[in-house]
């Protein structure tokens, strides 16, 4: 149970309603002073980060929900929790996020207040330089935290020249520390890469209920945080692609809801340093700042639960294997792909999102209304029909 001085959830959503209230009146009139940390307020639990040596908090704000380009609240909310570290990009919401942190920080007068990760979509090593220099610029501070390759596929790019450029750019105090990001099939191969690559601080990468029983994953994860790598889980919410609130099969058994459940879950990893969530709105950060807050465990019941969640909607979750289903049909598309962008479509409830990375791929990827999906109908372990969400697809992403 919560000790005294720590607030129940209950206190937590109320006091959430009334500082969010006080951040909504904007920033002609919020005081800068009430925006920073507030040491007062039950603070989010903290873990180093593996070779950065720096304690984060377990939960963090995910910038790819969008944030508000004057002034975002929901930035200001988190802080008073303990909640500083904002997982940025460079091309995350159409490119803004980086300037709307850029104006949070400058608005409440507090760099150092905040610990931003950004990263670079372009891998090779003089991309990866001058998209740093952009992220800097953008985000209108001399240093950036952590700096990843984002969404890394291939293991070549983790090369020399790519550590020279890091080391230079850490000797000049450009960044303090450095890793990648990475959702795809292989992510148990780059994780056991991190673990032999000594310049590689941290990870962020794709976990959650669905894969406890995964001894690839779990062996590389080991072998990760062995090497003292820092291991942040992200996609924690094993979302559903293309079956709207497919979430609601989840029986609550606790106090806690399926999205803080799954949060609770992870954080009971020990080899895991933190989350980040997509909180889009005041009821999610809320939410999972109440969950994160509170000190106990799941119970059986509610494992048990997750487990038999998860049972009963694995083929509906695309685990990003695009080499098992893709290489099934005859046609150069991207399955994973585009079940993702679905995902983002119909459970995230960000369909331009989801129209606007679609219409990125190569217009064969995108040809979907000539391919035959049976092969790969057949080829997913998890007996997702892909026939029918690439259908799907077609119509709401491509029409």
Same mark, same amino acid.
């Given at each position: 149970?919560?000790?005294?001085?720590?607030?129940?959830?209950?206190?937590?959503?109320?006091?959430?309603?009334?500082?969010?209230?006080?951040?909504?009146?904007?920033?002609?009139?919020?005081? @800068?002073?009430?925006?920073?940390? %507030?040491?007062?307020?039950?603070?989010?639990?903290?873990?180093?980060?593996?070779?950065?040596?720096?304690?984060?908090?377990?939960?963090?704000?995910?910038?790819?929900?969008?944030?508000?380009?004057?002034?975002?609240?929901?930035?200001?909310?988190?802080?008073?929790?303990?909640?500083?570290?904002?997982?940025?990009?460079?091309?995350?919401?159409?490119?803004?996020?980086?300037?709307?942190?850029?104006?949070?920080?400058?608005?409440?007068?507090?760099?150092?207040?905040?610990?931003?990760?950004?990263?670079?979509?372009?891998?090779?090593?003089?991309?990866?330089?001058?998209?740093?220099?952009?992220?800097?610029?953008?985000?209108?501070?001399?240093?950036?935290?952590?700096?990843?390759?984002?969404?890394?596929? %291939?293991?070549?790019?983790?090369?020399?020249?790519?550590?020279?450029?890091?080391?230079?750019?850490?000797?000049?105090?450009?960044?303090?520390?450095?890793?990648?990001?990475?959702?795809?099939?292989?992510?148990?191969?780059?994780?056991?890469?991190?673990?032999?690559?000594?310049?590689?601080?941290?990870?962020?990468?794709?976990?959650?209920?669905?894969?406890?029983?995964?001894?690839?994953?779990?062996?590389?994860?080991?072998?990760?945080?062995?090497?003292?790598?820092?291991?942040?889980?992200?996609?924690?919410?094993?979302?559903?692609?293309?079956?709207?609130?497919?979430?609601?099969?989840?029986?609550?058994?606790?106090?806690?809801?399926?999205?803080?459940?799954?949060?609770?879950?992870?954080?009971?990893?020990?080899?895991?340093?933190?989350?980040?969530?997509?909180?889009?709105?005041?009821?999610?950060?809320?939410?999972?700042?109440?969950?994160?807050?509170?000190?106990?465990?799941?119970?059986?019941?509610?494992?048990?639960?997750?487990?038999?969640?998860?049972?009963?909607?694995?083929?509906?979750?695309?685990?990003?294997?695009?080499?098992?289903?893709?290489?099934?049909?005859? @046609?150069?598309?991207?399955?994973?792909?585009?079940?993702?962008? =679905?995902?983002?479509?119909?459970?995230? !409830?960000?369909?331009?999102?989801?129209?606007?990375?679609?219409?990125?791929?190569?217009?064969?990827?995108?040809?979907?209304?000539?391919? %035959?999906?049976?092969?790969?109908?057949?080829?997913?372990?998890?007996?997702?029909? =892909?026939?029918?969400?690439?259908?799907? @697809?077609?119509? =709401?992403?491509? !029409?």
């Amino acid at each position: 149970m919560p000790s005294n001085k720590e607030l129940t959830r209950r206190d937590v959503l109320a006091l959430g309603s009334s500082a969010a209230s006080a951040a909504l009146l904007g920033p002609a009139l919020a005081p @800068a002073a009430a925006l920073a940390q %507030d040491k007062t307020m039950p603070q989010v639990a903290r873990r180093t980060l593996g070779k950065t040596g720096k304690k984060v908090p377990i939960l963090l704000l995910g910038g790819a929900v969008g944030f508000d380009l004057r002034f975002d609240p929901k930035i200001a909310e988190a802080l008073r929790f303990g909640v500083n570290y904002i997982d940025a990009a460079d091309c995350y919401n159409g490119g803004t996020c980086e300037p709307a942190v850029a104006s949070f920080h400058k608005r409440i007068r507090g760099r150092d207040k905040l610990w931003i990760t950004s990263k670079s979509d372009e891998h090779d090593p003089r991309g990866f330089e001058a998209t740093l220099g952009t992220s800097l610029k953008k985000l209108e501070t001399s240093y950036i935290d952590l700096y990843f390759l984002h969404n890394l596929e %291939d293991p070549k790019y983790l090369n020399e020249d790519l550590r020279k450029v890091v080391a230079r750019a850490k000797q000049a105090g450009r960044l303090r520390h450095f890793g990648f990001s990475c959702h795809s099939s292989n992510v148990p191969e780059l994780l056991q890469l991190a673990a032999k690559t000594p310049w590689v601080e941290a990870v962020m990468f794709r976990y959650n209920f669905r894969k406890y029983g995964d001894k690839e994953l779990n062996r590389a994860i080991d072998a990760a945080y062995k090497a003292n790598v820092g291991l942040i889980a992200m996609k924690t919410q094993g979302s559903e692609a293309g079956i709207r609130d497919a979430w609601k099969k989840f029986q609550k058994k606790g106090k806690w809801t399926k999205h803080q459940a799954v949060l609770k879950a992870v954080w009971a990893d020990r080899r895991i340093a933190a989350a980040v969530s997509h909180m889009d709105n005041f009821e999610k950060l809320r939410q999972n700042i109440a969950a994160a807050l509170d000190k106990q465990s799941l119970t059986q019941a509610e494992w048990q639960e997750l487990d038999r969640y998860a049972a009963a909607t694995r083929s509906l979750a695309c685990d990003g294997c695009d080499h098992i289903c893709g290489s099934a049909v005859a @046609a150069p598309v991207r399955i994973a792909d585009t079940m993702r962008f =679905v995902m983002y479509h119909d459970v995230y !409830g960000e369909p331009e999102k989801a129209r606007a990375l679609f219409a990125k791929l190569p217009a064969q990827a995108r040809n979907l209304a000539q391919v %035959d999906f049976a092969p790969a109908n057949r080829a997913c372990p998890y007996g997702i029909d =892909v026939a029918a969400h690439m259908k799907r @697809a077609l119509h =709401v992403l491509a !029409g």
